[in-house]
């Protein structure tokens, strides 16, 4: 059993910097340089303090000056599709098959959510220049939308804490149907928003999540019908029955596949991660503990260097140098530095289109908010992985010398380009970070009915005019499959799927088995499957497929038809497949076989990459009950041997243990986990008592202190959770800049850490069917573990079938009771060790 620390040496410090800023969708931004630390007065003089003089306001650049404040890499140039008065706070666009294009206007960001003053726009082209001049405005009265995505005439629209669909069932375009379909999203945090739809291969449409979660059902499902929690998942749904279940995901705001379905994601202060497996892959054996799903891929690193070419705004300065001196709370990012790394990624898209040169396809581009600018990436090749590497040199794809310039997200487009969507406003900052001295010398809403779109086009472009996808044939349909532009696949496979013709059946078989194009096949199969007609001989074709993602594909969909013994001899027989990818997914695959098949078969995949820990963990989840025939198979082969092998033998006991215990507890609903949320509402006794401590040690603010002392109280109170001088666990942030904060800031932190708890670092309960209690922030979740880490270092990873209850409690990990272990002495002389340690 794993107790929650209490006092003596397992204090920390991990509430000290617990409220980082927040921002729109994750739009986060640094601070200047660190000065010197403000003394105990600085607060007071900053709350009388007159910023107005230091406070301008920027003026917009109109939409027909807007193109001369961007510098462009060689070889590319923007173009303006749409601004002002034409469209308002765009977050996200979407075409139909008509060639409409609809906008998601989320007019009410930041503090007007409840006016109900958000709408989707549908603009269209009278002349086919791909220049939009006409608007419609589709459905209002909207909260916080933040995603759209066309279908059967209508539109899914994102607006948490619901998913609903709309529809214009009378052609005036304005929408006359407004449905609820799932609710239960989050709404807690506007930088934390659902985001991103996106069509799959698999003829459902995926969503973000985001950093709120939910706990998602069906809108008109009964009361008593427990939701489905997403938190640290993505979900997808079926667009026809409304069928969804989670998936591997959750970054911040940004989230795509590329032309063969990898998954990549990004986070403020992550620009580029890749999703390495599939929810659904993990979730059929509850007996695994899998690493998790997502990992940084930048070569340079998650917080990498930007080149900007805006100036840093005159608020942005003001609010630094208040929280250097410790005046206001808030996190003193990057050293100090106002600027130059990320710190708001947002909106990964990769290029899929067919108007730039074919060397371009395939690569990265992330925008960044606070910087004004759009960052772009090669994807490189690492065994399963990829690396993401820096293209452009000590600049970037796209700057804007204007600070109103967001680049929020991206769009492949019908005419084979990349559209930008601008939201267009003079500051994106989540209200909560900014200093009330400052905030009311800005205004939050300026901006709200001004918004771009560009599309990025290279030189020597000519505007193709749109083919209306609606007008195509089915057979035509399916022959777009195979088309250049991911658009025209995506939306082919999309009007495939909501026409559900039997007479596509044989054109796409024979598209499946004859296409030139390997993604017109691979499309083929997947179209095949939304129409319930996969048959075998389909599927054995793309087994054999020349091309690896082909085949790969074609052991995804074995999933979907039954595994007759001429699929399994294939299965077998791809063991030595020359591409570790499908090796990868064929491990997968065969969890659906068992005994010697599945036993053999899994370890020569394992044979061939034993040092791989995705290939590991695909043959852990797939074993299945076979676990036990595999270990003594391994402990008989000597060339299965060292730490890698040893762990893994390992992980395969703990898996057969798990299967054994959960056997003998059959009797034990073990599918009944609750989660239990408690308030986070101090009562007026309790934040009563904790302002009278930290009364009563200010007084350690002037005392005479020994900072060899503080160190030695360092080591013992706070190295559990904190890294100074390169002593210590990097659990709570590093405190080597924690003079930039201030003494007061300090002092409150430790005595009062859960005035303000950031949500990374709340405390979970969980309480097992067994009996144990293991407590700490959550660090990774997926489908079917949990993994916490407690204030002392030590993580603890649990089953879900293990879990019988699972409570967030609110509060910091960090528990109060700092002043039991401390006199007024030590304090000061900890707060002084701080304020001088580098």
Known sequence: MIAHPRFSDRLGLTAMFYLAPLVMFGFVTGDLAAKEPARADAAASAIAADYSDELPRIAPTEPDAALSTFTVADGFQMQQVAAEPLLGSPVAIEWDEHGAMYVCEMRGYSENRDDGISTIAKLTDSNGDGVYDKRVEFANGLFWPTALFPYDGGLFVGDAPDLLYLKDTNGDGAADVKQRVLTGFGTSNVQGLMNSFRWGLDNRIHIACSSVGGEIRHAHAAPDVAGISIRGRDLAFNPRTYEFEPTSGAAQHGMCFDDWGRKFVSSNSDHIQQVMYEDADIARNPFVVPPPSRISIAADGPQAEVFRTSPVEPWRIVRTRL?????????????????????????????????????????????????????????????????????????????????????????????????????????????????????????????????????????????????????????????????????????????????????????????????????????????????????????????????????????????????????????????????????????????????????????????????????????????????????????????????????????????????????LSKGDDRSRQRVTTISAVRSPEAIARRQEVVAKYRDALSMQSDIDRGREHFKKHCSTCHRVENVGHEIGPNLATIKARGEETVLTAVLDPNREVNPQYINYVVSTLDGEIVSGMIIDEGATSLTLRRGDNVTATVLRIDVDELKNTGLSIMPEGFEDAMDKQAVADLIAYLMQAS
């Open 323 to 663: 929280r250097v001196s410790g005046a206001v709370k808030g996190v003193v990012e990057g050293g100090g530095r106002a600027a130059g790394y990320f710190t708001g990624a947002t909106g990964v898209t990769i290029y899929r289109g067919d108007a730039w040169p074919a060397k371009w396809k395939g690569h990265a581009i992330i925008g960044d908010v606070g910087s004004n600018l759009i960052h772009r990436k090669r994807l490189d090749r690492n065994g399963l992985e990829y690396i993401a590497n820096r293209i452009d040199q000590q600049s970037e794809f796209v700057t804007s010398s204007d600070i109103w310039f967001r680049p929020a997200q991206f769009a492949n487009a019908p005419d084979g380009t990349l559209h930008v969507i601008d939201v267009y406003r003079e500051v994106i900052e989540h209200p909560l970070s900014l200093p009330e001295q400052i905030k009311k010398h800005l205004d939050l809403t300026s901006g709200r009915d001004r918004g771009r779109i560009y599309r990025i086009i290279p030189a020597g472009y000519t505007h193709r005019p749109f083919q209306n996808l609606a007008e195509l044939s089915t057979t035509e349909l399916v022959e777009t499959l195979a088309h250049a532009n991911a658009w025209h696949r995506e939306t082919a496979a999309r009007l495939l799927y909501q026409r559900q013709d039997p007479a596509a059946v044989a054109p796409l078989q024979a598209l499946a088995k004859d296409s030139s194009s390997p993604l017109g096949r691979m499309h083929a199969m997947y179209a095949l499957d939304g129409l319930a007609a996969l048959d075998q001989a389909t599927l054995i074709s793309g087994l054999h497929d020349k091309h690896p993602q082909v085949r790969r594909h074609a052991l995804r969909l074995c999933d979907c038809i039954e595994l007759t013994p001429p699929v399994q001899q294939r299965l077998v027989q791809m063991t030595d497949d020359e591409s570790m990818e499908v090796r990868y997914q064929l491990a997968f695959a065969l969890a659906n076989t068992a005994g010697d098949v599945r036993v053999n078969s899994l370890a020569r995949i394992l044979s061939r990459d034993p040092d791989d820990r995705w290939i590991r963990a695909a043959v852990q989840t797939s074993i299945g009950d076979d676990a036990e025939k595999l270990l003594v198979r391994l402990r008989e082969k000597d060339s299965f041997s060292g730490k890698v092998a040893d762990a893994f033998k390992k992980q395969l006991g703990d898996q057969i243990a798990a299967r054994a215990r959960n056997a």
